[in-house]
Nanobody
Framework: HVQLVESGGGSVQAGQTLSLSCTSS????????VAWFRQVSGEERELVVA?????????NYADSVKGRFTISKDNAKNTLNLQMNSLRPEDTGVYYC???????????????????WGRGTQVTVS
């Protein structure tokens, strides 16, 4: 079955930078709509950013991260990346990589439209 594995989480001070990565052994990330979600304990999982597959490379960023976060795909490494700059305490949460079995992302890209999920990586900003 499809597995997504996140890496790169950690604890940083506000204003600092973190980079997250997500890779899969079974899914060619470049072809599909993939996304980063985050969740704080007791709250719903929220979209951070989604990006379409090769035929639809549009991105959809949450307003709260626009201008600070950048999603990208490294096709050679079959990796989805999230560069997070100017981190804020409210960015704290578990970050999940998600994939959808289509090249196009749903509008809006709700969590229920993604069928494959990683186990998450913790990001803590203090």
């Amino acid at each position: 079955h499809v597995q997504l594995v996140e890496s790169g989480g950690g604890s940083v001070q506000a204003g600092q930078t973190l980079s997250l990565s997500c890779t899969s052994s079974m899914l060619t990330i470049s072809r599909y709509c993939v996304a980063w979600f985050r969740q704080v304990s007791g709250e719903e999982r929220e979209l951070v950013v989604a990006i379409g597959g090769d035929s639809d490379g549009r991105t959809n960023y949450a307003d709260s991260v626009k201008g600070r976060f950048t999603i990208s795909k490294d096709n050679a490494k079959n990796t989805l990346n999230l560069q997070m700059n100017s981190l804020r305490p409210e960015d704290t949460g578990v970050y999940y990589c998600a994939a959808r079995g289509n090249s196009w992302c749903a509008t809006p890209p709700l969590s229920g439209t993604f069928g494959f999920w990683g186990r998450g990586t913790q990001v803590t900003v203090s």
